[in-house]
């Protein structure tokens, strides 16, 4: 059992609260990511799991115990810092055997014991074939590059079969291309291990491809927790939506209007249409934000509404129309071999019903 | 001319500035130390006779040199690891996050301030066997001849101990705390990981701090002229003292060849620190 329950979870760091009532529960075996900005509070969340934190209120659980009161050397968790934190002055040998050295271990015969020298051996030696470190045992950390570093970082955190793995940025010291390799591995390596990680990120990229399901936090406070493609979809607040996606989703705010068989979103002096807006309680005249998504604006000769392109940029395989809209800079994203588009242009466009999303101005909370 | 050898001329032009100022302050100097070695003064200095090397061979053979040597030698040994090892345990103590811990950070550093003199006169009164409040602690008394030397030293820790401690804090706050919440986290105790984790990252720092003490040390002077005048029955004459001393009627030239042989010394002693602990201090990246 390496289930990790937060229930109700507080920290507050004199009169600043950094994480703020967060009750999640991350399944066992499951690869949680928690996202969002810098300060948000998921490294904080995440070191309380590690215990170098404590916790202010509320429990916390790893497995059937509360470990409030744990110390972090008995959680049987393990850690892979943003920095790797890896001792410069042993070996990759001697890193990856440290947490062998002073803790004991349940070796199935009941008691918990330290490891002999020669079972310490072995395990360093199966973790470092498993990340391919067999030939660099002998070097000291600075002598390796950021990757290997990384991989005996992970290692490190492998060998003493942990019930959680718990990561603080792992990636972001790495270049764009091996940051893209190393998610891969990363993915193969929890699949491998089947054991619960906990992995804290601010970018998107890495929540959105390794996730089996993302926790976005914002303010200390839990915005929305699901699987990557169902956050990305149906955002619940307007955070969420602003924060996941790149570019970012389009947001304007525009005013509901209720005629007889009719009801749509009025922006300017424009008018759109959304699915299930009927349905909703929605007075005539509410305020609303309205959010789509710039794939999902399409340019159509019998669009409801009209943008100015204000800029075009291109990407190679796509390209970046940024329009104006009512006042408000929009997004478009196009395939490379779109109609052309230039500065200037009017472009009438539309969106499928089902894709436009609408959120309280006042409470940013999902409207649809 | 070729770019190369611009660039070169350029570059040793650059050096004259500074080379000019060492050869004034420092190899003349030293040159004028070796030509009074091979001397013999008379009182006033004015005139000198050649005696050449044997003068080297008598002074750095005879029996005021070597008991020098010994003084100083055991001078180092008293402040060098006492001052080491308590400068590192006030600066782990100060190395908290606490309210008001600069207020001690800043007392802990306070005797940076003060210089010799009035660390020799603060310790003159605290060891005066009348009114001194040490004046009961029979290991540090300056009337002593087997304890004079240790009183000597006490001063000198207690006036380095601020630069040890600041530099020690320094070095302490350079150690990334998440390698200390690592090695937390693999279940190691606080002294483990002060052993096994903070000591050798801070050991640079150490060993830079071990080489100035020694020196620091080798130099002594004014805390045995202050406090004892190198006294009692000459129990705390270091070298300098000597030295300084020998030159004072008459002696120049013996003066010259001691303090030719002190600088022999500290440059033996701290290339064979340097050699020695640097194959054993861990350099970060």
């Given at each position: 059992m390496s289930e990790v329950a937060f229930d109700g979870v507080t920290k507050r760091f004199g009169d600043v609260t950094a994480v703020d009532q967060l009750t999640l529960s991350i399944r066992d075996g499951e690869f949680m990511v928690l996202l969002g900005p810098s300060g948000c509070g998921k490294t904080t969340a995440l070191r309380m799991v590690a215990g170098l934190e404590t916790v202010t209120e509320g429990t916390l659980r790893i497995g059937d115990r509360v470990?409030?009161?744990?110390e972090a050397k008995d959680r049987d968790v393990a850690m892979v810092f943003q920095s790797y934190a890896l001792y410069p002055h042993v070996t990759v040998a001697k890193n990856i055997e440290s947490p062998l050295v002073a803790r004991r271990f349940d070796t199935g015969d009941g008691s918990p014991r330290k490891l002999t020298s020669a079972e310490r051996a072995e395990r360093v030696t199966e973790a470092a074939a498993a990340l391919g470190l067999t030939d660099l045992?002998?070097?000291?950390?600075?002598?390796?590059s950021g990757g290997q570093r990384q991989r005996v970082a992970l290692a490190r955190a492998m060998v003493a079969r942990p019930a959680a793995f718990l990561m603080d940025e792992?990636?972001?010291?790495?270049?764009a291309k091996l940051r893209a390799q190393t998610r891969i591995e990363l993915v193969e390596l929890h699949e491998r291990l089947a054991t619960t990680f906990v992995y804290v990120t601010h970018d998107q990229v890495e929540a959105m491809t390794m996730a089996d399901r993302i926790a976005v936090l914002s303010d200390g406070r839990l915005q929305q927790v699901g699987p990557p493609q169902a956050v990305y979809d149906r955002p619940h607040n307007l955070f969420v939506a602003r924060f996941i996606g790149s570019p970012p989703m389009n947001t304007v705010p525009g005013t509901v209007v209720r005629s007889e068989g009719a009801t749509s979103v009025r922006l300017g002096g424009q008018s759109i249409e959304v699915e299930g807006l009927a349905a909703e309680p929605l007075a005539d005249g509410t305020e609303v934000i309205i959010g789509v998504r710039p794939e999902d604006l399409v340019v159509d000769a019998a669009g409801q509404v009209e943008a100015e392109v204000r800029a075009v940029e291109w990407l190679g395989h796509e390209r970046l129309v940024v329009c104006d809209l009512a006042g408000h800079q929009i997004t478009i994203r196009q395939a490379a071999g779109d109609d052309p588009v230039a500065t200037g242009d009017v472009l009438p466009l539309t969106a499928d019903p089902a894709k436009v999303h609408l959120f309280d101005p006042d409470t940013t909370e999902r409207l649809n | 001319m070729t770019r190369r050898a611009r660039e070169a001329l350029l570059g040793y032009a650059l050096l004259v500035p500074s080379a000019i100022v060492f050869a004034w302050f420092f190899f003349y100097p030293l040159y004028r130390l070796f030509v009074m070695g091979l001397h013999q003064q008379n009182r006033t200095g004015t005139a000198e006779r050649w005696v050449g090397w044997s003068h080297f061979g008598d002074v750095l053979g005879g029996e005021q040199f070597r008991e020098g040597v010994r003084i100083t030698g055991t001078y180092v040994l008293y402040t060098v690891p006492l001052g080491l090892v308590l400068g590192v345990l006030l600066a782990v103590a100060a190395n908290r996050r606490l309210k008001g811990i600069k207020v001690f950070q800043m007392i802990f550093s306070s005797t940076i301030a003060s210089s010799v003199a009035v660390a020799s006169v603060i310790f003159v009164v605290l060891l005066n066997p009348q009114i001194g409040y040490f004046a009961s602690v029979k290991m540090f008394s300056l009337s002593d001849p087997d304890t004079a030397l240790r009183g000597v030293a006490l001063s000198s820790v207690w006036q380095n101990l601020g630069l040890t401690f600041v530099i020690v804090l320094a070095g302490l706050q350079a150690v990334p705390d998440e390698v200390d919440e690592a090695a937390t986290l693999d279940g190691y105790g606080p002294v483990r990981r002060f052993f096994r984790v903070t000591l050798p990252l801070i050991s640079p720092t150490l060993m830079f701090l071990a080489v100035v003490l020694v020196i620091f040390a080798l130099q002594a002077f004014a805390q045995a002229d202050i406090l004892t005048q190198g006294g009692p029955l000459g129990s705390t004459e270091t070298l300098v003292w000597k030295i300084f001393n020998s030159q004072q009627p008459v002696d120049q030239g013996t003066g010259a060849v001691m303090a030719i042989g002190l600088f022999g010394i500290t440059l033996v002693v701290s290339l064979a620190q340097f050699l020695i602990l640097d194959r054993r201090v861990h350099y970060g990246n």
């Open positions: 470990v409030n009161d744990v045992l002998g070097r000291k950390p600075a002598a390796l792992p990636l972001s010291n790495l270049d | -």
